[in-house]
């Protein structure tokens, strides 16, 4: 089955790969992509996006600028782990896709519209603004959404506080609207994103595709690697935004549980963390879902079929 998604993004090296999973694997069509500050201020992780769809020869997709800053905090960046570019460590194509001249949140709120109630899954790999502003300025588009699968927080874990995760705590209220917001929610959190390592068997196998799209992607893993062992001490890096697009591609390979969520947004400690309440059995009405476990061998295999048919399609073209 074919699932229409609107990836709203800040790449980022791991957004970059979940742009390339959505774009390589036949289940997904998608459908817009909309940018966010996060990684990097909004105009460099456009430019990142525009050159990662002109690499991978998708010069068709719509994409849009979105939110330059959160709702209320200043931007932070995470210069650490993707360089000052938001994708140091590989050269990027001259973007030969146009900038949609509308505002991302527009952009998001026009397709999700257009099409028929219920088609379209939105796929946060940043932090939430756009999302929470669509909500605000389209609220119908609540009940005209599939479902909204994002890479963001963590049940048992941190990575930008002891308890908080980039993307959520980048913009505490915005995530505390998408959660609050009575639409279907499947948090893919640091539970499961550290669990998806590009190890040196993953590059091998990258790497044996032979493509100039496969030596992108193993440019895009050394800087990673190497960033994130400086700066969280991991020997491989995870990476975490296309464990949400696999999650829509085959949710067996995300393993989910329905637990209430909600977004600390005044804590000293505890800004912008995800708290889940498995105090008891999740109520009937409960919308929000925490991803705990994953099959990262078969995400792997989705990633890297996805590198392949997009390298080969590259390499006829
Ligand atoms: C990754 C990110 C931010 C900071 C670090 N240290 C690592 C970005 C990724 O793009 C991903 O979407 C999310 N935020 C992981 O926290
Ligand atoms: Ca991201």
């Given amino acids: 089955m074919s699932h229409q998604i609107i990836l709203d993004c800040d790449p980022g090296h791991d957004d970059a790969i979940a742009l390339l999973l959505a774009l390589g694997n036949p289940d997904i069509e998608l459908v817009a992509v909309t940018t966010v500050g996060g990684n990097a201020a909004l105009d460099q992780v456009t430019r990142n996006a525009l050159a990662v769809l002109t690499m991978a020869g998708a010069t068709e997709v719509p994409i849009a600028a979105g939110c330059g800053r959160p709702l209320l905090r200043p ?63 389209e609220p119908r588009i609540v009940d005209r959404v599939a479902e909204v699968v994002l890479m963001g927080g963590g049940v048992h874990v941190g990575n930008w506080s002891a308890v908080a995760e980039f993307n959520v705590k980048t913009d505490p209220e915005a995530a505390r609207i998408v959660f609050e917001t009575a639409w279907p929610v499947t948090m893919v959190g640091l539970d499961v994103t550290h669990q998806a390592l590009a190890t040196d068997a993953v590059a091998e196998r990258v790497k044996a595709l032979g493509t100039p799209l496969a030596e992108f992607v193993l440019g895009l893993f050394a800087f990673f690697r190497q960033a994130y062992r400086d700066a969280q001490g991991f020997d491989f890096p995870p990476v975490h935004d296309p464990v949400a697009v696999a999650r829509v591609i085959d949710p067996s390979i995300v393993g989910t549980v329905r637990v209430p969520i909600t977004v600390e947004t005044v804590g000293e ?16 009405d409960c919308h929000t879902q925490a991803a705990l476990t994953l099959a990262a061998d078969r995400f792997w295999d989705l990633v890297i079929d996805a590198i392949d048919r997009l390298g080969k399609a590259r390499d006829h073209a």
């Fill in 75 to 137: 931007i932070e960046v995470a210069a650490d782990v993707h360089g000052d570019s938001g994708l140091d460590g590989v050269v990027l194509p001259q973007p030969t896709v146009r900038l949609d001249p509308r505002h991302g949140v527009d952009l998001i709120i026009d397709t999700v519209l257009a099409a028929a109630p219920k088609t379209i899954t939105l796929v946060p790999t940043g932090p939430l603004t756009n999302i929470a502003l669509a909500i605000r300025k």
């Fill in 269 to 284: 400690q505890t800004l912008g963390m995800t708290v889940a309440d498995f105090r008891r059995a999740a109520p009937p």
